[in-house]
């Protein structure tokens, strides 16, 4: 529950924004539509989705959200290819709309698992620490990316070579993109 929390909730709140405006140069209107974009996929798709995944295994509709919210931020990632561009905001729009998808399978499900796993005697208490959870998530979340950046990633791990070689491969994308550009520039100029 925490690390959903953390790694999704908490970071859509802090670093979704920060990123957008930052690295993905969009605007404050396209951040707005951004999160519009994402409650209404909640409220346009949590009804089917929970007719969907009824009888299904919990843990497999949680594979499925964590799924969907790599799509997300990997969506996420790609504004800060094309910064200050329709596609940029584009990109943004569709990140929160894929994150308020996986929401819809998310929200309907770990609460169940919990109070599944819980003893009648202590449903409570299990619910309150599901919850001390969320919360705690959304509060240090935030501050981590506040005080490290976005991606916190130990370094000399799997996780940071990873990500090092998505590194080089936005700045060869940027570069391709940089030297289209200057092509079409110079066609239109000749």
């Known amino acids: 529950m925490f690390v959903a929390s953390f790694v999704g909730y908490g970071q859509l709140n802090a670093g979704f924004p920060a990123f957008g405006r930052e690295v993905g140069g969009i605007s404050t209107q396209a951040l707005g539509l951004a999160f519009a974009a994402n409650t209404a996929v909640i409220v346009v798709f949590q009804l089917f989705v929970l007719q969907r995944i009824e ?25 800060g290819l094309l910064p200050g561009t329709l596609i940029a905001a584009l990109l943004f ?42 919360q705690s998530a959304s509060v240090v979340g935030p501050e981590l990316v506040r005080r490290y950046g976005p991606v916190v990633v130990p370094e000399g791990s799997p996780q940071a070579d990873w990500l090092a070689r998505l590194e080089e491969v936005r700045d060869a994308a940027t570069r391709r993109y940089t030297e289209l550009q200057d092509r079409a520039a110079a066609m239109l100029n000749a």
């Open 55 to 79: 009888g299904r295994r919990r843990t497999r509709v949680i594979v499925v959200m964590s799924a969907i919210w790599g799509v997300s931020f990997l969506a996420l990632g790609a504004t």
């Open 93 to 134: 729009a569709f990140c929160a709309g894929v994150f308020g998808f996986g929401e819809t399978f998310f929200q309907p499900t770990l609460p169940a698992m919990v109070n599944d796993l819980a003893p009648d005697h202590l449903r409570g208490r299990y619910n309150a620490a599901m919850s001390i959870a969320w």
